[in-house]
């Protein structure tokens, strides 16, 4: 995603630039529809993303209660830590910048 904004003359190289230049984006979408859609994209993409991990997590808990997982993590209590993680922090950072 970095490499395609690049590409089209955006700012990319930290966070605050990559939530300017989705700022941009979203404020003009007409102008940059193709990456309008691509960021819509991959928002759709984490946010299923995370819901994934949600009944994944209740899922496991469901089958082994709060054991150690199969794969040797702390099971449940390790999974429930990543349900807050995002691929796409500035893309739902954005959001709030544009709502204010």
Same mark, same amino acid.
């Given at each position: 995603?970095?490499?395609v904004?690049? #590409?089209?003359? $955006?700012?990319v190289? *930290?966070? +605050?630039?990559? *939530?300017a =230049?989705? %700022?941009a984006?979203?404020q003009?979408p007409? #102008?940059?529809?193709?990456?309008y ?6 928002? @759709?993409?984490? @946010?299923? $993303? !995370? !819901?994934?991990?949600? #009944?994944?997590?209740? /899922?496991? @808990?469901? /089958?082994?209660?709060? %054991?150690?997982g *199969?794969? &040797? =993590?702390? &099971?449940?209590?390790?999974? +429930? %830590? *990543? !349900?807050? %993680?995002?691929? $796409?922090? +500035? !893309?739902?950072?954005? #959001?709030?910048?544009?709502t =204010?």
């Amino acid at each position: 995603l970095k490499g395609v904004l690049r #590409r089209r003359g $955006f700012a990319v190289e *930290t966070p +605050e630039e990559l *939530t300017a =230049s989705y %700022k941009a984006i979203y404020q003009n979408p007409e #102008r940059h529809y193709d990456l309008y859609l691509l960021l819509e994209d991959f928002i @759709e993409f984490d @946010e299923r $993303f !995370l !819901l994934w991990r949600g #009944r994944h997590v209740r /899922m496991v @808990e469901r /089958m082994i209660g709060m %054991k150690h997982g *199969t794969g &040797g =993590s702390l &099971g449940v209590n390790y999974l +429930e %830590k *990543t !349900l807050a %993680k995002k691929f $796409f922090p +500035e !893309l739902w950072a954005v #959001r709030t910048e544009l709502t =204010s």
